[in-house]
């Protein structure tokens, strides 16, 4: 990314929670995806989301508190998000789970009650760590496009959101078309508003900002 888009996000992030951003994808993963697997009794299938540019993390625990709350018995079924991130640092961070509590405002007082155990205030600030069994749906790896992808799909979920409008053009069309092959027919793809000048091809129908739905098997 260059340093005027890290210089744009990092202000953004200042005053956007980032548990906030886009929260009309995370409701189409609820109505889209979640639902739509939990009526057609995919218990003994997998379920597989992917934070594509995962940052420190909140995008991948959005899926997972999604998750957490639509199948109640998450924990006895096949379900991982795989959060992935070209900075290893990022990476390492977002396997911390460590949150400073002002960038908790995006989620109710119930969530952050729920999912985030504050830490001795320092200053004016306050660690909040993610409860580990929240993390548990979370498996984390460095990703660069221009190597390979680090896993198979089907994918029923990608969230590729304020990565790829920085890549040139060649790669983003590049992995635009790879995602065709990794997703399952009626699987989410949501690309961020950096991306809305970004289309994927006709094997997706779109769905509202930023959101697509893959309507052709591979
Ligand atoms: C603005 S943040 C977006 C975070 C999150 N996806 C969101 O929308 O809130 C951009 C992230 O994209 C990551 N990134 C940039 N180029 C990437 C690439 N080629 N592959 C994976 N991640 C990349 C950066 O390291 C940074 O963490």
Redesign the pocket.
């Known amino acids: 990314?260059s340093i005027s888009?890290?210089a744009k996000?990092e202000r953004?992030?200042a005053v956007v929670s980032?548990f906030s951003?886009?929260s009309e994808h995370i409701e189409a993963l609820r109505t889209q995806v979640l639902a739509p697997w939990l009526a057609a009794h995919k218990r003994n299938a997998c379920l597989r989301l992917w934070?594509?540019?995962?940052?420190?993390g909140?995008?991948a625990l959005s899926l997972a508190m999604a998750v957490v709350e639509a199948l109640p018995d998450w924990q006895r079924l096949d379900i991982r998000i795989l959060a992935?991130?070209?900075?290893a640092g990022?990476v390492a961070q977002a396997q911390r789970g460590l949150f400073d509590e002002a960038q908790l405002t995006g989620l109710s007082p119930a969530m952050q009650l729920r999912w985030f155990k504050p830490r001795a205030r320092h200053g004016a600030s306050r660690l909040c760590k993610v409860q580990p069994e929240l993390l548990s749906l979370i498996r984390y790896a460095v990703?660069?496009?221009?190597v390979k992808l680090p896993f198979s799909g089907p994918i029923d979920a990608i969230?590729?959101?304020?990565?790829?409008a920085?890549?040139e053009s060649g790669?983003q069309q590049t992995m635009l078309a790879s995602f065709v092959d990794l997703q399952p027919r009626r699987g989410l793809l949501c690309l961020?508003a950096?991306e809305r000048h970004l289309q994927p091809d006709s094997s997706y129908r779109r769905l509202g900002r930023g959101l697509f739905q893959r309507i052709q098997a591979p």
């Open positions: 990314m888009a890290v996000s953004l992030s980032p951003i886009e934070s594509m540019s995962c940052a420190t909140a995008e992935t991130d070209v900075d990022l990703f660069e496009p221009q969230f590729c959101r304020n990565s790829m920085y890549w790669l961020g950096d």
